[in-house]
C-alpha cells in the first residue's frame, strides 16, 4: 500500500526547497516525490536536476511544462503521470505546504488499519495548519438546503477526533485513490487557478467517503488575507459558479444565479464596488456558456487600480 507525492511549483524556489526536505525527512517515505515546474521563471529547473541527483529513500521524477498552465494544468498533469506510477495513493500539495515529519507515517498507518474498507474511501487528508492555528477553510462540506447552497468549514471540535468525513478539500496534503481518480477523471485543467481542488472533491465524494485525519498534519503558514480583487478573483468567481452548476441541485443554482444578476443590476445602479462588480459580470457569463481557460484580460500580472474604475474591460490594466 504505497503513497506517491505530488508538487506542483511556480516561481518559489524557496518555498519549494523548505518542502522538499519536509519530504526527505519523513518517518516514512514515499514511494515517489514527483514535482510539475509550471514553466517556471527563476533557477527552479535547475536546482530540481540538481535535487533528481542526489539519492534518496524515494523516486524522483521532474515534469518540466513548456508553459505556465496555472495551478489546475499543474494539478492536472501531476495527476495523470500518477496514473502510470506505481503507487495506489498520491499525495497533492502545492509547494508551501509542509508536512510533519511523521506525517506520512501516521497516513500509511491510516491505510493498514483500514484496508478492509479502503474501497469505500476516495481520499484521506490531514489537518491544516496556518501560522499556529487549525485552519478550517481546506477542509468543508457542500451540502444544498431547500433552495439554499451551503458552504460549511469544520469546526475545530472536530479536529480532537481521530477521523471525521467530509466532502470537500483543498489540495494541500489530500491522499487520493488511484482507483477512485481512474473512476471520476482529474483536474479541470480549464479552471486555470482556483475552486479545482473543490471541485474534483466534490466528484470524488460521488465516489467514496473522504475522510480526515488530523493525525496527519501539514502547516501551511500563508498568513490570513482579507479579500481584494486582483486577477484571480475572476478566476474565483466564474470557477465557483461552474462547480455550482456542475454538482448542486437545478433549483439551488437558479436561485444562487439569481442572486447574483440582482447583485450585478443593483450595485451597477448605485455604482458601488465597480471593478468587482464588473469582473463578477464576465465571470458568470462565461460560466453559464463554458468559456473556460486563461482569460485574455484577466491573466497573471493584471492588477486593480481605484483609478481606473470602468464598466466592461476598458481602462487602466497594470502588471505587477
Known amino acids: 500500500m504505497d503513497i506517491g507525492v505530488i508538487i506542483v511549483t511556480y516561481n518559489r524556489i524557496e518555498k519549494l526547497m523548505e518542502t522538499l526536505e519536509q519530504f526527505s525527512k519523513q518517518t516514512k517515505s514515499p514511494l515517489y516525490v514527483a514535482v510539475v515546474n509550471n514553466a517556471s521563471t527563476d533557477q527552479t529547473e535547475v536546482f530540481l536536476e540538481s535535487w533528481q541527483n542526489e539519492h534518496e529513500g524515494f523516486e524522483k521524477v521532474i515534469l518540466n511544462l513548456s508553459e505556465?498552465?496555472?495551478g489546475s494544468g499543474g494539478f492536472y498533469e501531476g495527476l495523470k503521470k500518477s496514473l502510470?506510477?506505481?503507487a495506489e495513493w498520491v499525495w497533492v500539495s502545492d509547494d508551501d505546504a509542509m508536512p510533519e515529519v511523521d506525517a506520512l507515517e501516521n497516513a500509511y498507518r491510516y491505510l493498514e488499519?483500514?484496508?478492509?474498507h479502503l474501497d469505500s474511501i476516495s481520499a484521506i487528508c490531514g489537518q491544516v495548519i496556518n501560522g499556529g492555528k487549525?485552519?478550517?477553510?481546506h477542509r468543508k462540506n457542500y451540502i444544498s438546503r431547500g433552495i439554499r447552497i451551503l458552504e460549511q468549514p469544520i469546526p475545530?471540535?472536530?479536529y480532537l477526533k481521530e477521523e471525521f468525513e467530509i466532502n470537500?478539500?483543498?489540495y494541500v496534503g489530500t491522499i487520493i485513490s488511484r482507483d477512485k481518480m481512474k473512476e471520476v477523471g482529474l483536474t479541470l485543467k480549464e479552471y486555470f487557478i482556483w475552486w479545482d481542488d473543490t471541485e474534483h472533491s466534490l466528484r470524488l465524494s460521488k465516489a467514496g467517503r473522504i475522510i480526515c485525519v488530523p493525525a496527519i498534519r501539514i502547516h501551511h503558514d500563508v498568513g490570513w488575507s482579507e479579500f481584494e480583487v486582483s486577477w484571480k478573483t475572476y478566476y474565483g468567481f466564474r470557477n465557483m459558479i461552474d462547480m455550482y452548476k456542475r454538482h448542486m441541485p437545478g433549483p439551488c443554482f437558479i436561485y444562487f444565479s439569481l442572486k447574483i444578476v440582482v447583485?450585478?443590476?443593483l450595485f451597477s445602479i448605485l455604482r458601488k464596488n465597480v471593478m468587482e462588480i464588473t469582473i463578477l459580470k464576465k465571470a458568470f457569463l462565461d460560466a453559464i456558456n463554458g468559456r473556460f481557460g486563461l482569460n485574455l484580460v484577466y491573466r497573471p500580472g493584471w492588477k486593480y487600480n481605484k483609478e481606473s474604475e470602468f464598466y466592461g474591460n476598458k481602462g487602466k490594466i497594470n502588471k505587477v
Open 68 to 70: 505556465n498552465t496555472g
Open 84 to 86: 502510470t506510477l506505481a
Open 113 to 116: 488499519k483500514n484496508m478492509e
Open 134 to 137: 487549525i485552519d478550517t477553510n
Open 156 to 158: 475545530e471540535e472536530e
Open 168 to 170: 470537500a478539500f483543498s
Open 263 to 265: 447583485k450585478i443590476i
